[in-house]
């Protein structure tokens, strides 16, 4: 190549705002830290800077979703080489993370105060667990979904066993490093195995070699995806990927187990909607019945094993296995189901929290013991947290009039259209077996003799459960505009 032709090589698109909430949020982790060193301010402050971070960038997040919707041209390419998608699936991924990441902030209130000198390393670790689950969400490339997850998943590691002084939390944090890092090397695996197949890590430049060439033996391509099925089902606590589950969710400190489970089913399912709707839609008859098993796996494992728990934490756990089943079967329709996915999983990313931060207020932010008995007579106690609990249960279980019965009756509408009946019916027998475990965390508070006194919720979980209500009753009775709003996350 000559040194003329070399010149008229285009240099790559850049666009500082297509990832400017990441940055902020990255930023914003470090000014955390360095705050925390230089002037060692009180607890409040710390928490005060970290919310201000994701305040920055939801604005940021709001100025690229406007212009976006202006045709301006800014979502018409990928930049840095393709690795960025700028489209309306990115743009809604991050608002959901950001809700998250603010109510999570909120949840952790009083784990913060009590942290002491730590607490500014707990609120940079939330930060950059949301960039990095928001990168996995707006990339173009499989090496960029890597490292998001990684990002992401490292930060989580680490907050599954803040709390030092107790065992279990060291045991939480190791079984979640050791399963996920096995997990991402999986995922990896399957990014060279596809690369090895196609030639291509960007998911477009995949979908254009799958579009344009007749693969007779598709073998190679096939296990490569079928790994990274595997590697992101583990995130979103899919069965039988899901065993890690109970075991950190019990473990890691209170305070912020919601963030993380709700975050990471997040970014998981951002990734693997992406994935297998933007890059194998051309495979969907050979990748469609693998992950219809996986959600009737996932539906009936949940459901029925979260029956049996006596510890609270458990139980959550069992029923987010349950809850990853139902929104794969809105995975099923392809393309088609994306609005009724996302709806999904903000509403439930909100209801995960906001339980989390009940069990919190009741068994102490950095305590991991979470007996169902603890909640006998709740309603006795703390009448507003016991009320609150129970319409998020009744959400989470899908009852007519709230959010969860919108987001199941969406999900299972795309399945049976694209033809799978018989997971919508495996999913609704076990949307009733799931109800009776809710109902039976509702009738120990309300039914059962208080057991002890409990102390004051703090402020901070008193705001998350009432935005939980909130949103499960309004977008339960007026779902059009979240789901017109979903509706506009389409992936490029």
């Known amino acids: 190549m000559t040194l003329a ?11 500082w705002l297509g990832i400017a909430p990441e940055l902020v949020l990255g930023v914003g982790a470090a000014l955390v830290l360095l705050i925390e060193v230089q002037w060692k301010p009180s607890r409040t402050a710390i928490a005060w800077a970290g919310g201000a971070a994701v305040i920055a960038a939801a604005l940021l997040s709001v100025l690229l979703h406007a212009r976006i919707e202006s045709g301006d041209g800014i979502s018409t390419f990928l930049p840095f080489a393709g690795m960025i998608a700028l489209d309306g699936f990115g743009v809604f991924a991050r608002y959901v993370l950001l809700a998250v990441a603010g109510l999570g902030l909120l949840a952790a209130q009083r784990m913060v105060q009590e942290a002491g000198t730590r607490a500014a390393e707990m609120v940079a670790l939330m930060l950059l667990a949301t960039a990095g689950f928001s990168l996995m969400a707006i990339s173009a490339n499989l090496i960029l979904t890597f490292l998001g997850l990684e990002i992401g998943s490292i930060s989580l590691y680490v907050l599954a066993g803040y709390v030092r002084e107790r065992g279990n939390s060291d045991e939480a944090a190791i079984k979640y490093f050791l399963l996920g890092s ?30 344009g060439v007749v693969v007779f033996e598709p073998g190679v391509i096939l296990l490569g995806l079928a790994l ?11 069965a039988p990927f899901h065993s890690w589950a109970p075991d950190v969710y019990q473990g890691a400190p209170a305070g912020v187990v919601g963030f993380m489970a709700a975050i990471a089913k997040i970014g998981g399912f951002a990734g693997l909607v992406r994935i297998l709707v933007s890059a194998f839609p051309d495979l969907a008859g050979d990748w469609a019945p693998v992950v219809a098993a996986i959600a009737a796996v996932s539906m009936v494992v949940g459901s029925v094993l979260a029956i049996v728990q006596d510890d609270i934490r458990r139980l959550l756990a069992y029923s987010g296995v349950a809850h990853a089943g139902f929104i794969l079967t809105g995975v099923l329709s392809g393309g088609e189901g994306t609005a009724e996915i996302w709806f999904y999983l903000a509403i439930y990313a909100v209801q995960l929290v906001a339980a989390f931060a009940v069990v919190a207020a009741v068994s102490g932010p950095s305590g991991s013991r979470s007996a169902l008995s603890d909640y006998a007579g709740l ?22 009039l709230t959010a969860g019965f919108v987001a ?6 795309d399945a049976w259209a694209a033809g799978h009946e018989w997971v919508v019916i495996v999913g609704v027998l076990a949307s009733v077996v799931a ?8 009738v120990t508070m309300y039914m059962d003799e208080p057991a002890g006194e409990a102390a004051a919720a703090p402020l901070g979980v008193r705001w998350v459960t009432s935005v939980a209500v909130v949103v499960t009753l309004l977008f339960g009775v007026f ?14």
Request: proline residues 7%; charged residues 10%; hydrophobic residues 55%.
């Open 182 to 211: 096995f997990a991402s090397a999986v995922f990896v695996y399957g990014v060279a195995l596809v690369f090895a197949g196609t030639g291509n890590f960007s998911i477009q430049g995949v979908h254009d070699y799958l579009d």
């Open 379 to 400: 309603a006795q106690r703390q009448p507003f947290l016991a009320a609150t609990f129970a319409v998020i249960l009744l959400g989470m279980g899908g009852i007519p």
């Open 479 to 492: 779902p059009g505009p979240l789901l017109d709003l979903a509706g506009r996350a389409l992936p490029l």
């Open 228 to 238: 990274l099925v595997v590697g992101l089902t583990f995130k979103v606590t899919a």
């Open 435 to 442: 109800f009776f475990l809710y109902l039976r965390v509702i």
């Open 5 to 15: 032709q070399a010149t008229m090589i285009d240099p790559p698109v850049v666009s």
């Open 408 to 413: 199941k009756f969406g999900v299972f509408s």
